[in-house]
């Protein structure tokens, strides 16, 4: 069922995210715990792990690598299932069970059993997630100016020059929080009018900017239109600055996404806006 393959030897160890689901919390939590130690990682997902046939299977796949290896992998399970999680025990591996070992916890400080209901986390309500479709279908219809209908609804807009990452930060926030997210580029053209795009000073209080280093966007537009007077550095350089002036003569508050990531960028645009994320 599995490939075999040992440890490249440019790792240290490796992991396994082993989950009922998709497998993302398991990962998200591993990254986390992982990211605290200066070694490299083998990492390995393995997912809709749902009965204990499957499982017995994933405790093969750990025990090869270990044999392999020389060292036993680390596990981060999210098996809500006990007879199914109670099967990773035999792995020969370090067994991280980050559902039973809240659960368990809380249902003593709760006074309740819990349900052990696989896929329970993602089960959303019908309303919740339209709610989610529909902003990502907004993200979507006003990324980079394509629309001004209906920016009354955006919760954020977010304005810069090409390429500093207004499209993957519009698209993450929609995605990961379910917020209406517009974008708008800035463009020479305003920046001789010394002025907003049109459609945005009624926006003022929704705005947010990005902008970034020149050589990393000289860098970007290079990978996108190598050669072109767009991705040169001089252009870059005039853009940039021009953006940026432009941003504080308006009052909008921005940062530089040269050297965050997606997750950090959405995080302080959440933080500055006081945004709150949509439950689903």
């Not at 993302?24 to 490299?40: K, M, P």
């Not at 809500?80 to 099967?87: G, L, N, Q």
């Not at 249902?107 to 019908?126: F, M, P, Q, Y």
Request: proline share 5%.
């Amino acid at each position: 069922m599995f490939p075999d393959a040992s440890i490249p030897s440019r790792y240290d160890r490796t992991a396994f995210f082993v989950s009922d689901g998709t497998g993302i919390t398991a990962e998200t939590f591993g990254h986390a715990v992982l990211a605290q130690f200066e070694l490299r990682f083998r990492e390995i997902r393995m997912p809709f792990v749902d009965s204990p046939d499957k499982a017995w299977e994933v405790v093969q796949r750990i025990n090869q690598t270990a044999e392999q290896d020389g060292r036993r992998p680390l596990v981060f399970s999210t098996l809500v299932d006990p007879e199914t999680s109670i099967v990773l025990k035999h792995a020969n591996a370090i067994v991280h069970d980050l559902i039973n070992t809240f659960v368990q916890s809380l249902e003593h400080e709760l006074e309740a059993k819990s349900t052990h209901s696989i896929g329970r986390s993602h089960v959303a309500d019908t309303e919740a997630y339209r709610a989610r479709i529909d902003a990502i279908n907004f993200s979507l219809a006003h990324d980079d100016g394509q629309s001004d209908r209906n920016l009354e609804e955006a919760d954020v807009i977010l304005v810069g020059i090409s390429r500093c990452g207004k499209t993957p930060t519009s698209l993450y926030l929609a995605m990961t929080y379910g917020l209406k997210v517009a974008n708008y580029p800035l463009i020479p053209e305003d920046f001789e009018r010394n002025t907003l795009p049109t459609a945005l000073p009624p926006y003022r209080g929704k705005l947010f900017g990005l902008s970034i280093a020149p050589t990393r966007l000289a860098e970007v537009r290079n990978e996108r239109r190598p050669g072109s007077k767009y991705a040169s550095l001089e252009q870059c350089r005039y853009e940039v600055n021009e953006a940026e002036s432009l941003m504080r003569r308006e009052g909008i508050r921005w940062l530089s996404s040269t050297t965050k990531s997606i997750e950090e960028i959405a995080t302080t645009i959440l933080q500055e806006t006081r945004l709150e994320r949509k439950s689903f």
